[in-house]
């Protein structure tokens, strides 16, 4: 089946700092969701982006479908931004299941 | 609040008995998922409904798991006979076509 893989898995920053997280996809997708995860393990959506870029605030997206790869860029990181951070794309529209990475933990330190 | 909303919030049961829970999808939304995330590791996909009907089933979904949407609403999901191995985070998330939108979760603890 398809494999998922979000690196790194783990990263400390210092507040203020910026980062990349990277989301590499084995197989063709037709969507792409990056969601993060909150301590109490809800999990918030982030962007819904099949290709291009997208931004929302101090945060965006870029997927590249020709090549199987997503990027999350988080800049100016505050210590909120903290949780997991999954990636997740949906192979088939027919039934639109969400195949999940193993996640990147962030711990924005103040 | 028009999100979707999952009850429990936490069980804890003891090993043998039977739990069920609840989601309650975003009232538009005609498909409904359940997924189940244990520690440390990303939601893994159980089973899908479009309105009523239950369209697929992850191989994870063993004989003693069962899941219904009678209306098309909302949906339970029913474990018999847990084990410690089920004690993990239930996730619902409906969409209408496309964005999945999650709940709460429930986070089912077996003794």
């Known amino acids: 089946g398809i494999q998922v893989e979000q690196s790194p898995p783990d990263l400390i920053l210092q507040e203020g700092a910026n980062s990349t997280l990277r989301c590499n996809f084995s197989d063709s997708v037709n969507n792409l969701q990056w969601f993060h995860q909150n301590p109490w393990g809800q999990l918030i959506n982030l962007f819904y982006?099949?290709?291009g870029t997208k931004q929302n605030g101090r945060l965006s997206a870029t997927t590249v479908a020709t090549e199987r790869y997503s990027l999350l860029y988080i800049s100016s990181s505050q210590t909120t931004d903290s949780g997991v951070y999954f990636c997740?794309?949906?192979?088939?529209?027919?039934?639109?299941?969400?195949?999940f990475g193993q996640g990147t933990t962030l711990q924005v330190k103040p | 609040d028009t999100g979707v909303s999952q009850d429990p919030r936490h069980k804890i049961t003891k090993r043998g008995q039977n739990v069920t829970f609840r989601c309650d999808p975003i009232s538009e939304h005609n498909r409904l998922y359940w997924y189940r995330q244990t520690l440390g590791q990303g939601p893994e996909f159980l089973t899908y409904f479009q309105n009523e009907a239950q369209l697929e089933k992850s191989r994870l979904l063993s004989d003693r798991f069962s899941a219904e949407r009678p209306k098309g609403s909302f949906s339970t999901l029913e474990i018999q006979r847990t084990e410690q191995g089920d004690s993990a985070m239930y996730l619902c998330?409906?969409?209408?076509?496309?964005?999945?939108?999650f709940g709460p979760g429930t986070r089912l603890t077996v003794l």
């Open positions: 997740a794309v949906v192979l088939s529209s027919n039934t639109g299941k969400l195949i």
């Open positions: 982006i099949p290709s």
């Open positions: 998330a409906s969409s209408l076509e496309g964005k999945q939108f």
